[in-house]
Nanobody
Framework: LHLVESGGGLVHPGGSLRITCEAS????????IGWFRQAPGKEREGVSG????????YYLESTKGRFRLSWDDAKKTMFLQMNSLTPEDTATYYC??????????????????????WGQGTQVTVSS
């Protein structure tokens, strides 16, 4: 399974950006797929993820109402629409997939250690 992110860049505070994750070799039956981010000197944190079991979506509290995840299962492509960006959103954003032994819905948190497959990341910089 291979993940490739794209769409990062420099945006002014208050601006918007959409980043994309394209998955190939994707044959998992039960999985979580989502976005993590890591800023310099900080731990990697889960931003948003979706469950294959029930389509439930998790959002990091600070992104609720601003970010929107979408997953095109047919095309195996995931998007993260980010609005009202702030400098605190500056980070490298990673796409990741967790391979699950069975259906798992109602995501309440995202732990990087649960995710097996990772993309190379795309840089998002919010600055004036």
């Amino acid at each position: 399974l291979h993940l490739v992110e794209s769409g990062g860049g420099l945006v002014h505070p208050g601006g918007s950006l959409r980043i994309t994750c394209e998955a190939s070799g994707f044959t998992l039956e039960h999985y979580l797929i989502g976005w993590f981010r890591q800023a310099p000197g900080k731990e990697r944190e889960g931003v948003s993820g979706i469950s294959s079991a029930d389509g439930s979506i998790y959002y990091l509290e600070s992104t609720k109402g601003r970010f929107r995840l979408s997953w095109d299962d047919a095309k195996k492509t995931m998007f993260l629409q980010m609005n009202s960006l702030t400098p605190e959103d500056t980070a490298t954003y990673y796409c990741a997939v967790a391979d699950l032994p069975g259906p798992f819905g109602d995501i309440e948190s995202m732990a990087a250690s649960d995710y097996t497959y990772w993309g190379q990341g795309t840089q998002v910089t919010v600055s004036s």
